[in-house]
């Protein structure tokens, strides 16, 4: 019997997009990530102030670190606030970090952060990609079906 598909994630209120990140690179799987954030981290991302957009995630020792992601001091921080850039662990279970190791060795594959949200129970979370990268003729492919999707709904549009 077939393994029933996992249910979308719930987000209830998205801080940081990485618009680009499906443009760059075909997206083989996803998964949902905890961060593990100080105070003032929190208090920035419930303000929506954050950027993934330059972001990645690498494997350390056997941890899952997000590198690069941009959530700025919060204002009234004072000297308990954060490094703005600083390496953030995401928390997963192991199976999920040992099949990730296991793409980004063999296959040669890249772990993106597509997006940071608020789940339903108000945690922070990351939606984490494998990801392939896309030669340039792949993105002038996806270019040119993006284009006809959009003169195709006009079309219909003018049409119907």
């Known amino acids: 019997m077939a393994r029933p598909k996992p249910t979308p994630f719930d987000k209830t209120k998205t801080v940081a997009e990485n618009r680009r990140a499906r443009f760059d690179y075909f997206i083989e799987d996803t998964f949902e990530a905890g961060l593990m954030l100080t105070g003032t981290e929190v208090k920035s991302l419930r ?25 700025p001091e919060f204002s009234h921080g004072n000297r308990f606030n954060h490094e703005p850039k600083r390496p953030r662990k995401l928390l997963l279970h192991e199976r999920e970090i040992a099949k990730m ?57 003018d049409r119907g």
Do not use: C, H
């Open 47 to 71: 303000a929506g102030e954050a950027t993934i957009a330059e972001s990645y995630a690498e494997i350390r020792g056997g941890e899952v670190w997000l590198v690069n992601a941009n959530v």
């Open 101 to 157: 190791t296991g793409a980004v060795e063999r296959k040669g594959m890249t772990l993106v952060p597509l997006s940071i949200y608020f789940n339903s129970k108000g945690r922070a979370k990351v939606e984490l990609a494998l990801a392939k990268g896309k030669q340039a003729q792949d993105k002038r492919q996806t270019i040119k079906e993006r284009d006809w999707k959009r003169d195709k709904a006009r079309l219909l549009r």
